[in-house]
């Protein structure tokens, strides 16, 4: 597998997922989709793909024995919802079959055996990819660390990367592991009441977390939601072994420290970009004074989007000069380095000089390479 290309698919301004998160679900994506293409797959219609999932639902004790079929208890219908496997679960889920990991639709078979096929292919192969990520990982280790605090300082503000942070990692540390499917909700919460604290209706309290396992089941369906302890902030994750939420528990306070340690970092980059930004507008000012020529500047990025601007860092200012005949002069002034700041400035009296001197009926335009046809002698 390409990793550059895995590094180059990942969204830097996805606040709820962290860089090791969204890679795991790259990666076995990607792995599936080497498994589909192996597979004569033609898309049906919506309605020749409701047959054949409605086929292979019926037939799943014959097509796949060694599968469990899971009934969707909090449905009305009780209809068959999730498939689990031995290394792997799907959710049917219209029209795809959904894992935690990856996903593939009943609308691109035409034979239901095809399907379980696929499945069982999946499943045989997921201590290998398991295996194989953890190795990517390791050998990624510090790329992966440097990623997720550019995407945490980017998509935040001083006000919550701490918090980010530490959802980031819980919500990490539950998808590292497999997902519970809903059935089990109960076992989780009772295998638990004793390592807890305390406990409320559907709540259990530990040392440094309260996990809400939800009152209304219908809606939750497997989801928890765990409220870090002495800190304002929660996050939902899936249904997850109690020995992960335990090691949640263990580890929040260490990753609300290193949290805390994240937002120092972005405080001391705020306050560097702040006054690189004012020492910027009074070179510029004091500049156009020397200069004697009227100005205007603005932010370039104003009226983008909020994560355009957290991710195009550092900020660049637009500098409109007002000229003679009618025109201006626009220049892109970055804040980021200083130096720089002043070559761009001190050449300006010579780029007014030079476009002032210009008459009034000669226009300058950009020429566009392969559209205008060029005569010389």
């Known amino acids: 597998m390409d990793t550059q290309k895995l590094f180059d698919e990942l969204k830097m301004n996805n606040i709820s997922k962290s860089i090791s998160l969204q890679l795991k679900q790259l990666f076995f994506s990607k792995k599936t989709e080497e498994i589909l293409e192996k597979y004569n797959r033609v898309h049906l219609t919506l309605e020749q793909g409701y047959y054949i999932s409605g086929c292979f639902v019926a037939n799943i004790p014959q097509l796949l024995p060694e599968a469990e079929v899971i009934q969707n208890k ?16 799907f959710e049917m889920c219209s029209p795809k079959f959904l894992s935690a990991y990856c996903s593939f ?44 605090t550019k995407r945490l300082l980017f998509g ?4 919550n990367v701490a918090i980010n942070y530490a959802v980031s990692k819980v919500r990490e540390t539950a998808f590292m592991h497999r997902r519970l499917l809903p059935n089990m909700c109960e076992s989780v919460y009772k295998a638990l009441e004793n390592k807890a604290i305390k406990k409320k209706e559907r709540t259990l309290i530990f040392q440094n977390c309260r996990i809400d396992f939800g009152t209304d089941e219908a809606i939750q369906i497997g989801k ?19 020995e992960v939420l335990l090691e949640i528990d263990r580890n929040i306070l260490q990753w609300i420290y290193e949290g805390k340690e994240l937002e120092r970092e972005f405080d001391k980059r705020e306050k560097i970009k702040q006054i690189n930004e004012n020492s910027t507008k009074v070179l510029v000012k004091n500049k156009m004074r020397e200069l004697g020529c009227e100005y205007r500047l603005a932010d370039k990025d104003k009226g983008q989007s909020y994560y355009y601007k957290q991710s195009e860092k550092p900020k660049e200012y637009e500098l409109a ?37 210009v008459p009034m009926n000669h226009r300058i335009k950009f020429q566009f390479a392969g559209n205008e046809a060029w005569l010389k002698e």
């Open 74 to 89: 909090y449905s009305k219908f009780n209809e068959p919802k999730w498939i689990k496997m031995k290394n792997i679960d």
């Open 105 to 148: 639709s009943y609308m691109d078979f035409y034979k239901i055996n095809d399907i379980a096929d696929v499945m069982r292919e999946i499943d045989n192969a997921v201590p290998e990819w398991e295996a194989e990520f953890q190795t990517f990982c390791t050998k990624n280790q510090q790329k992966i660390k440097d990623l997720d």
């Open 156 to 159: 935040s503000n001083i006000s």
């Open 224 to 242: 928890l939601k765990v409220y870090f302890t002495n800190y304002s902030g929660f996050c939902g994750i899936d249904l997850c072994s109690p």
């Open 321 to 357: 000069i007002k000229l003679q005949k009618g025109r201006k002069l626009v220049v892109t002034i970055p804040t980021a380095n200083l130096d720089r700041v002043r070559k761009i400035l001190d050449s300006l009296s010579a780029s007014i000089n030079a476009i002032n001197s």
